[in-house]
């Protein structure tokens, strides 16, 4: 005894005629505006709705840069220091190198690490400003004399923005 039956296929779809409206219905609203399809540009603003002034232009406002250095008064030029700009890494800076990048304007952290010690300053740039920053490893105030006793010292990191030029 056969559970299923496996006659032919119907399809569950079926296609109705379309309701026939009353001539009522059917009449045309002398409300609703009649457009010309003929033109492409009436279809265009038809679909877009009314014509919008253009929103105004922005002012174009400069980047600042930020050029961190590494040159002068460095004792120990063997040593990198690694830089993070926001928390962001830039990379190392090694001696008589300079990193510059561009900024936007406004607050920004700048931090120096030489993988012992490190040295945060907040910057507030202005538009178009080339801020510039130094840095370097020193001794602390002691340094000579645990060179002198214990044959080695720790490195301190130097990190201080130049005067900006009048």
């Not at 936007?104 to 907040?122: D, M, Q, Y």
């Not at 178009?128 to 000579?144: D, M, Q, S, Y």
Request: proline share 10%; charged share 25%.
């Amino acid at each position: 005894m056969a559970r299923f039956h496996w006659g032919p296929r119907r399809s569950r779809v079926t296609l109705e005629d379309p309701p026939v409206l009353s001539p009522v219905l059917a009449a045309p609203n002398d409300t609703e505006p009649v457009i010309d399809t003929s033109d492409l540009s009436v279809l265009v603003r038809a679909f877009h709705g009314p014509d919008q002034p253009s929103p105004p232009e922005p002012t174009a406002t400069k980047d600042a840069q930020l050029t961190i250095s590494r040159y002068d008064g460095d004792i120990f030029a063997d040593r990198q220091i690694y830089i993070f700009v926001d928390d962001e890494p830039w990379g190392k800076v090694r001696y008589g190198n300079s990193i510059t990048r561009e900024l936007k304007p406004g607050p920004h952290k700048v931090r120096a690490f030489n993988t012992l010690f490190s040295r945060t300053i907040e910057l507030d740039l202005h538009p178009a400003e080339h801020a510039r920053v130094r840095c370097g490893n020193g001794f602390p105030r002691a340094g000579w004399f645990l060179m002198m006793w214990l044959h080695a010292t720790y490195l301190l990191v130097r990190l201080e923005r130049e005067p900006a030029d009048s």
